[in-house]
């Protein structure tokens, strides 16, 4: 656990981050650890079978930029979650390969439609 804890930085998530919920973090803690401990050959992602040295490889590198990015990213769901650990694996699974375009298209729509710098709560 504690790897997996010095890898997303919980700490400075945990001070420093704004909108991280400590239970949902902790949470993703366990999820995590339960998911790179697992003895499986293969893990399910999203209706697909993945190797799980290749699952847990990706999980392992992890940061507190991508947990800012899941954090993000269930902050503005609108759809309902039926199971949310399937989802928050999900999720945490696709952040390295999601998180630029995802930042990119936010500040994309951000400047076409003149929010770009305003102050987020008037």
């Not at 656990?1 to 704004?18: F, S």
């Not at 050959?41 to 992890?62: C, F, H, N, Q, W």
């Not at 994309?108 to 710098?117: C, K, L, V, Y």
Request: net charge negative; with cysteine; proline share 2%.
């Amino acid at each position: 656990m504690g790897i997996i804890k010095d890898n997303i930085e919980y700490e400075h998530l945990c001070q420093y981050a704004k909108g991280i919920d400590r239970d949902m973090l902790d949470e993703i803690v366990d999820l995590l650890v339960e998911t790179v401990c697992s003895a499986r050959k293969t893990i399910r992602i999203a209706g697909d079978d993945y190797p799980a040295e290749l699952v847990k490889s990706k999980l392992m590198k992890l940061d507190s930029s991508h947990i800012e990015f899941v954090f993000d990213c269930i902050s503005k769901n609108t759809t309902e979650i039926r199971n949310i650990k399937k989802y928050l694996l999900a999720v945490l699974f696709n952040a390295p390969s999601t998180i630029n375009g995802y930042y990119t298209a936010l500040v994309a729509h951000d400047m076409n439609t003149g929010s770009w710098g305003t102050p987020q709560n008037r």
